[in-house]
């Protein structure tokens, strides 16, 4: 923490307007980090768990401005979720255990071990040689399975793509796409059949499984399907509230027909 007279220098120097270097610009916004941390009552009362919450919601909010093309927000975005690395990184260092430093440092170690094939003679010509090589350096470097470095905060959509391509880098998956239409169709005929709540439910859990599996072999992930397929929704929606608006009349007025032919005139504008 920078002392209490050196405050007002560095609050001077961070307010400043001038060129600067991108060592400058990052060092700036370190120096702003503990400045606020020190002056900033909210700021100070944070720890790494109050702002893990923040630091998912920055990066919905970067993925939506990728989604939109808006390059003013994604530029902001990209900010904020720097904002918040720095943050963890200043508490990190509160406590005495890592730097700015640290995480630079055991970054470019990790890239450069699991790419032997760019900085070794290991060869790799496919990106499915990659990914076995990757896993397997995983395992090489302590983890007891190839499914412990999934997160649990994950979304379930993500979490269960996620899994499967793990799975899939060692060999364990289906040989084609035929195979998972084949189970698909199966899935759903389980839960066609299935009687209880309980085994409804379990049957529709593992019909989303492999959906996700058949994202794979669109070259699809399946939590970027969706979200474009809700924008999809949403829009379309948004011109029937536009037409109901301006017809007057109540949404409970309208028909199941009415509203059905309103959804095929928004889907062809």
């Known amino acids: 923490m920078p002392e209490i007279s050196s405050i007002e220098q560095l609050k001077a120097d961070i307010a400043a307007k001038k060129e600067r270097t991108l060592q400058e610009q990052f060092e ?20 790494p768990e109050s702002l893990a919450h923040l630091l998912l919601e920055e990066s919905y909010e970067l993925v939506h401005a990728i989604d ?55 060869e790799a010509e496919t990106e499915q040689d990659v990914i076995k090589n990757w896993e397997t350096l995983k395992l090489n470097e302590g983890r007891k399975s190839l499914l412990d470095g999934v997160p649990n905060s994950m979304s379930e959509l993500l979490r269960a793509y996620r899994v499967q ?84 009349r109540k949404w409970q007025e309208f028909t199941a027909d009415e509203l059905d032919k309103l959804w095929q005139q928004a889907k062809e504008q």
């Open 165 to 248: 391509k793990k799975v899939a880098g060692v060999g364990f998956d289906w040989p084609g796409d035929e195979g998972v239409l084949d189970k698909l169709a199966e899935e759903i005929e389980e839960l066609k059949n299935a009687a209880s709540k309980e085994e409804k439910e379990d049957e529709f859990g593992d019909l989303l499984f492999t959906i996700v599996n058949y994202s794979r072999f669109l070259g699809a992930n399946p939590e970027d399907s969706l979200r474009k397929a809700t924008n999809k929704f949403i829009v379309r929606f948004k011109r029937i509230e536009d037409t109901v608006q301006l017809s007057g």
């Open 68 to 122: 939109q093309h808006d390059e003013i927000e994604l530029k902001k975005e990209i900010g904020d979720l720097f904002l918040h690395l720095s943050f963890q990184v200043l508490l990190s260092e509160e406590r005495g255990t890592f730097s700015f430093a640290d995480v630079f440092e055991a970054l470019c170690h990790k890239l450069i071990s699991r790419h032997p094939h760019v900085f070794s003679d290991t």
């Open 28 to 47: 700036r916004v370190l120096s702003l980090v503990k400045v606020l941390r020190q002056e900033c009552p909210w700021d100070r009362k944070q720890t």
